[in-house]
């Protein structure tokens, strides 16, 4: 299992996952050229992490899916810590009310809810749970 950098020929397997997990946000992979964007892969690409500098030392996750066959399986954890370590900071993410699974995952790795946003999400309509982390150049959360 490799958790590597987006290329350009993984975006047709990454927006397949995307389609599959409506549950997910929908943020184009290649949307902003500040994004960065992690997979996951074992004989193909699993999964994805899309997130973005904010402003020096903040990072907001934008979108983390896993292909419906590979969850329960430790993939977005994997993703998610691998991003936590290259990216030491003050990290930001919206979770619709309803993905316990995911706030689960995110409290695990140190999130905190700090908000909620009604109405966030769209398709169905949905309120969002804001969740921070703070994570030093140490690995340890502050």
């Known amino acids: 299992m490799t958790v590597r950098a987006f290329r350009p020929d993984d975006a047709a397997r990454v927006a397949e996952i995307q389609r599959a997990a409506p549950e997910a946000s929908q943020w184009s992979v290649q949307s902003d050229p500040s994004d960065v964007c992690l997979v996951i892969e074992r004989e193909r690409v699993e999964g994805f992490l899309l997130c973005r500098q904010i402003a020096p030392g903040e990072v907001e996750i934008l979108n983390l899916a896993v292909d419906p066959g590979a969850r329960r399986q430790g993939l977005a954890r994997r993703l998610l810590q691998a991003a936590l370590e290259r990216c030491p900071g003050i990290w930001y993410l919206e979770v619709r009310e309803s993905n316990a699974a995911a706030q689960k995952l995110y409290e ?9 946003r009604t109405g966030y999400y769209k398709n169905p309509t949905e309120t969002g749970i804001v969740m921070t982390r703070i994570h030093d150049a140490n690995g340890g959360l502050s």
Do not use: A, E, Q, Y
Not at 108 to 116: A, E, Q, S
């Open 108 to 116: 695990m790795l140190g999130f905190r809810v700090c908000g909620r």
